[in-house]
């Protein structure tokens, strides 16, 4: 009859350390010998394996003060000509040109494309990402 294996171990696990010429002082994980620590610091090498650290090295520079971002500037009409549909933002949309958040409001082109293709503005109010609104009052 095959012995019981022990917790963590499986049947092939314990029938190959019972019937196997093996000897039974075998270090497991647990009883191998530890570590030792190196007795002396490496020579040359600094924090980090970086350059050594002496007395002499200069610190670093100051970093320099943040600077309060810059108010959105009045939105630009959409570089093609025609009508201007002003839109309110419900999905944030960003590109190179652009970045837009929740909530902004914007003017786009509402130029139908060719082949009677919708416009850039109704193509955003059909996929969701947008809604009409009035344009922003200046002042």
């Given at each position: 009859?095959?012995?019981?294996?022990?917790?963590?171990?499986?049947?092939?696990?314990?029938?190959?350390?019972?019937?196997?010429?093996?000897?039974?002082?075998?270090?497991s994980?647990?009883?191998?010998?530890?570590?030792?620590?190196?007795?002396?610091?490496?020579a040359?090498?600094g924090?980090?394996?970086?350059?050594?650290?002496?007395?002499?090295?200069?610190?670093?520079?100051?970093?320099?003060?943040?600077?309060?971002?810059?108010?959105?500037?009045?939105?630009?009409?959409?570089?093609?000509?025609?009508?201007?549909r002003?839109?309110?933002?419900?999905?944030?949309?960003?590109?190179?040109?652009?970045?837009?958040?929740p909530?902004?409001?914007?003017?786009?082109?509402?130029?139908?494309?060719?082949?009677?293709?919708?416009?850039?503005?109704q193509?955003?109010v059909?996929?969701?990402?947008?809604?009409?609104?009035?344009?922003?009052?200046?002042?």
């Amino acid at each position: 009859m095959m012995a019981k294996a022990p917790r963590g171990a499986s049947r092939r696990t314990a029938a190959a350390s019972t019937s196997s010429a093996a000897p039974a002082a075998a270090a497991s994980p647990a009883q191998a010998a530890p570590i030792e620590e190196a007795s002396t610091p490496l020579a040359g090498i600094g924090h980090n394996g970086g350059p050594p650290l002496d007395d002499e090295t200069p610190p670093a520079p100051p970093v320099p003060a943040l600077e309060p971002a810059e108010a959105k500037t009045p939105a630009a009409a959409p570089a093609k000509s025609g009508e201007i549909r002003w839109l309110r933002m419900i999905t944030g949309i960003s590109g190179p040109a652009i970045s837009l958040a929740p909530g902004d409001k914007h003017p786009f082109c509402d130029v139908p494309g060719d082949d009677d293709a919708p416009s850039e503005a109704q193509r955003l109010v059909n996929a969701g990402f947008a809604v009409d609104c009035d344009p922003p009052v200046e002042g």
